[in-house]
Structures are given as C-alpha cells and as structure tokens.
C-alpha cells in the first residue's frame, strides 16, 4: 500500500515562509502526479497545487507566484514552499497522491498539517 506523511505545518507571520514536506512510503510507483490541497474551517476542501511525473505544475490563481511546489523523487517527498502566506492561507493542507489514468483527487490521503498565518 502507499502511506502519505505530511509535516512542516505550524504558525507563521504573513509574509513569511513555510515549506511543507509529504514522504511517501510503500509503493510509490503506483502514484505519477502529487498535489496539495488545504480545507479551511467551514469550507470545502480545494486544490492549492500538483506536479505531474512530468514535471508539469498547477496552481490555483489565489496561490499563483506565492507557492511552490516539487518533488524530489531520490526522497520520494513532495514539497509545497508557502512565501509570502496570507492569513487566509490558514488551512489543514493535505498531500494527495494520484495513480495513472485516474482523476483528481487521487485515491491516496495524508493525514494533514495546520498552517496558521497571523496578521
């Protein structure tokens, strides 16, 4: 099977930085595209960003220019770099793993971490 660990979450400033990490352990061949999405209190969960086997990213407009995500595939971790967070960036922000050929979300969860951004 394949297990998701997010870490790096926590308070920061706005303006400041956060770099989010999710390991990914068991086997990872079955996932080619990773993404990150964040549900904040009262709302829905929403995709923030993916990366694709390919390299290729998306971002959501909000996030555009602000947040970064990669991969490191030699550590099997997918990154999310938060510069310049807004105090509506707070959100639980969950890695989600997407297999070939399927939709998103993909079918494999972390279990989320908290970002707080302060005024």
């Known amino acids: 099977q394949v297990q998701l660990v997010e870490s790096g979450g926590g308070l920061v400033q706005a303006g400041g930085s956060l770099r989010l990490s999710c390991v990914v352990f068991?086997?990872?061949?079955?996932?080619?595209?990773f993404g990150w999405y964040r549900q904040a209190p009262g709302k829905q969960r929403e995709l923030v960003a993916t990366?694709?086997?390919?390299?290729?990213?998306y971002y959501e407009d909000s996030v555009k220019g602000r947040f970064f995500i990669s991969r490191d595939t030699d550590k099997n971790t997918v990154y999310l770099q938060m510069d310049s967070p807004k105090p509506e960036d707070t959100a639980v922000y969950y890695c989600?793993?997407?297999?070939?050929?399927?939709?998103?979300?993909?079918?494999?969860w972390g279990q989320g971490t908290q970002v707080t951004v302060s005024s």
């Open positions: 989600n793993g997407r297999p070939p050929s399927t939709i998103w979300p993909g079918r494999y």
């Open positions: 068991g086997r990872t061949f079955s996932i080619n595209s």
């Open positions: 990366v694709s086997s390919g390299g290729i990213m």
